[in-house]
């Protein structure tokens, strides 16, 4: 579930603290602290870690990008009357993705789908196709979307596929509906 030493915290404080202020504020940690997988689900450490780094520092990241979990999901999670993203993008190759929860009929996930234990929005997710994440960051916003490729055993031709996205405004910091 992830792990960090005293220095690592120190260093991540000291980072968040000093990045430019009229600039999006983009976090990656390798383990997720939310995931609705069948497998991990999200690691408590890291959820803490980056709250307590938040709260200390006095700033809040725009975007939590993380991997591990080989699959795509997209979470939601609002704090201080701000919308932050937290995304597991880790579908990027790997051949064996991870399936997501189901609910207790044994049906799938429907979104969006309010984690019981943190509150947190699961907004969107994809289980079982392989994908990429492109970015971008204006001075007025970030966004994101998430395309999934073709299933090696379809045409190597085929065009990705737009399968998710999202608008974050940077002067509310409210996703954009």
Known sequence: GGAFDDDQIKWFKDEISNAPK??????????????????HSGSKVIEETLDNA???SGRFADVILTGHVHNYQ???????????????VGAGGYWHLHYMQKQPNGEPLQVPYTMPDSGTVLENYCENRHGYLIMQITPDSL????????????SWR????????FILDLGTHRLRK
């Open 143 to 154: 966004s994101g979307t998430y395309y999934t490729v073709p299933r090696p055993h379809e």
């Open 22 to 39: 009229d600039k999006a504020l983009v976090v990656t940690v390798h383990h997720p602290a939310y995931s609705a997988d069948m497998y």
């Open 74 to 88: 997209r979470f939601t999670r609002t704090v201080a009357n701000r919308d932050i993203p937290y995304l597991v």
């Open 54 to 56: 938040f709260s200390e």
């Open 158 to 165: 085929a065009k990705s596929q737009v399968f998710d996205s």
